[in-house]
């Protein structure tokens, strides 16, 4: 049973993907930790996002932003090194709390606040991308912090969309050098789980690309906001009591 709904759980965050590009790890991370643990959560995704990043990004190359992609990647891989080691070494109860807390704090400020679309300096991309360098490793949610960056700096949705797309896609094997130095990829579960997810993260991406067309992109993202926003509060409510016995 938690195979299975491991498995729907992946789909409806790869219908997200599809839809809007990204958001496929900020749905499926807090979602699948409410079931399985978090160290297997996160590698979990990250196979889904090779594959899917494969199929979504690398087919519309020729719209990537390269000059932005390569400021992107300096910086996410100095965060990701330092999400990493958190990963490994910090205990479950404070990842979850933070995950939580991000998750909810992410759909709040999309809920409630308009966009800001204003050109940004290009000093920020090293804060922006440092974070979700670390964001990327700990829980592969790093994908909301980089659109605030190129959502400012690339207007044209075409080059925007194919260049988050490559950035998972090739931040995705970062990761997994990453992972599989500290050993997070060697769990005897993950290949079960891979092997009953994959369809479904593909499944979720064509069915998104699909239904971008015909629903309004406006609203399933605020829906999107909405499930990310409750999903944070359910991993508060179950992660902060634990707390009290690490201190």
């Known amino acids: 049973m938690t195979l299975i709904l491991a498995a729907l759980l992946v789909l409806m965050a790869y219908v997200v993907y599809g839809l809007i590009g990204f958001g496929a790890s900020i749905v499926g991370i807090p979602l699948l930790a409410q079931i399985i643990p978090l160290k297997l959560a996160v590698p979990l995704m990250l196979i889904m996002d090779l594959v899917s990043g ?5 087919r519309n190359k020729k719209d990537v932003d390269r000059k932005e992609l390569r400021v992107l990647l300096a910086w996410m891989a100095v965060g990701m090194i330092i999400g990493v080691t958190l990963l490994v070494n910090a205990p479950e109860a404070i990842l979850l709390v933070l995950l939580g807390a991000f998750a909810l704090s992410q759909s709040g400020k999309n809920l409630l606040l308009k966009p800001n ?3 940004i300096s290009a000093a920020w991309g090293g804060v922006y991308c440092t974070v979700g360098g670390i964001f990327t490793s700990l829980y592969g949610t790093g994908g909301p912090i980089y659109v605030v960056y190129l959502s400012r700096k690339i207007h044209e949705e075409a080059k925007r969309r194919a260049t988050m797309a ?6 995705g094997f970062a990761r997994l050098a990453l ?14 789980f891979a092997l009953a997810a994959l369809p479904m993260s593909l499944l979720g991406t064509y069915a998104g690309s699909r239904l971008r067309k015909r629903l309004s992109l406006v609203r399933m993202t605020q829906v999107v906001w909405l499930v990310v926003g409750l999903a944070g509060l359910l991993l508060l409510a179950r992660n902060i009591p634990k707390l009290e016995s690490l201190f």
């Open 54 to 58: 494969f199929f979504m990004g690398m």
């Open 117 to 119: 679309l204003k050109p």
């Open 166 to 171: 490559t950035l998972i896609f090739l931040s």
């Open 179 to 192: 992972f599989l130095i500290a050993g997070i990829m060697l769990q005897a579960d993950l290949l079960i």
